[in-house]
């Protein structure tokens, strides 16, 4: 008997109509994506490797995501979750905030059934397009016993990475999605999936879904020479709760940054330290901890956001806080 696997289509270049098999490009310029349904009849995958049930969710850029369509779509995940006969969710979703999503799904999460996003780099209409194979490589990872994978993970070309270290590094290369410094998951090799090491996880899938509808204000602030802190102070006049600060190398701002971050921790605001470089810890300074500023660990500056504003949406304090990032 086939695994039973939902597809769950949000849009995307994996669902985008190109204006013909050339349009590798600026496909977006057609504003036309398929729903769920006429995806999966189109990839000609139904009934091969899996009984696919396509859910159509949304039609979207996945620039144009919301916080409340991802309170929607972890709901979403949640309901298919409790067929008894289901054994996986594949999320198709454009590449562009994929790893955003991927990171929030497995914060809130915890499901009997493994949740593999995945997406294209090329649209479904395009010359050697990666959708079907991504397609099916996601399927295959979703289709896993369950107790071999758990949890969220991300699969673009033949690669299973953790949601936690994978990010987008290319803006249109087929292996764009790559775990810098740490590595896949795993890989899929036609049938096979060979799974060389665990989700580094932990106290990560504690936040419960209803946080998603309250997610306060979070902002990140990008490091650059001659940075004079002009952002950091308008994110919190404009009621930012907290500010993940997209630092340089080691983790830190300009001098005139620090001055407007320690300004925002004394009117209230919470700020994590992340780095600009896209891999590695970020230096948990001695000045720092007696400024108040938490360091990110190894988040990148997107993901440090996501799990910051959980927080806080939780009202988790400052000590608190700090201990996740540390401990997480
Ligand atoms: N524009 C696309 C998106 O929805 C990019 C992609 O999917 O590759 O993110």
């Known amino acids: ?13 994996i669902a985008s109509i ?26 000609g995958l139904q009934g091969t490797i899996a009984d696919i049930v396509a859910v159509n969710f949304r039609q979207i850029d996945s620039t144009a995501i919301t916080l409340s369509d991802w309170a929607d779509l972890a709901d979403l995940c949640k309901e298919l979750a409790r067929d008894p006969d289901l054994n996986g969710i594949v999320i198709g979703h454009g590449t562009a905030s994929l790893e955003e999503t991927a990171w929030l799904l497995s914060l809130v999460l915890d499901l009997e059934v ?28 979703a289709a896993m016993p369950r ?24 803006t249109l290369r087929l292996n764009a999605f790559q775990s810098p410094w740490f590595g896949p998951l795993g890989f899929v090799d036609g049938p096979n999936v060979n799974l060389v090491r ?30 004079d802190g002009v952002a950091i102070r308008a994110f919190v006049e404009a009621g930012a709760k ?15 940054e620090v001055n407007a971050l320690v300004d925002a921790v004394s009117s209230g605001v919470i ?32 993901k440090a956001r996501i799990l910051l504003a ?19």
Do not use: W
């Open 1 to 13: 008997m086939l695994p039973k696997i939902a597809y769950v289509g949000t849009g995307g270049t």
């Open 18 to 43: 190109g204006k013909g098999p050339f349009d590798l490009l600026d496909y977006n310029a057609t504003d036309e994506r398929i729903e769920a349904k006429a995806f999966i009849e189109r990839t």
């Open 114 to 141: 493994p949740v593999v996003v995945t997406g294209s780099m090329r649209p479904l209409t395009g010359i050697s397009s990666d959708t079907q194979a991504n397609l099916a490589a996601a399927i295959r990872v």
């Open 147 to 170: 107790g071999e994978i758990a949890g969220v993970s991300v699969v673009l070309n033949d690669e299973v990475h953790s949601p936690r270290a994978v990010t987008k590094s290319h």
């Open 198 to 227: 665990r989700h580094r996880s932990v106290s990560e899938r504690c936040f419960t879904t209803n946080l998603l509808r309250r997610l306060p204000r979070v902002d990140i602030a990008y490091s650059y020479v001659g940075a």
């Open 242 to 256: 907290g500010i993940v600060s997209a630092g340089f190398g080691p983790g830190n701002g300009t001098p005139a």
């Open 271 to 302: 700020v994590v330290q992340s780095t600009r470089m896209g891999a590695g810890v970020a230096v948990d300074s001695a000045y720092h901890k007696s400024i108040g500023i938490i360091a990110g660990n190894d988040l990148n500056a997107q």
């Open 310 to 328: 959980l927080c806080l949406a939780r009202g988790d304090g400052h000590q608190q806080i700090a201990d996740i990032f540390y401990s997480a």
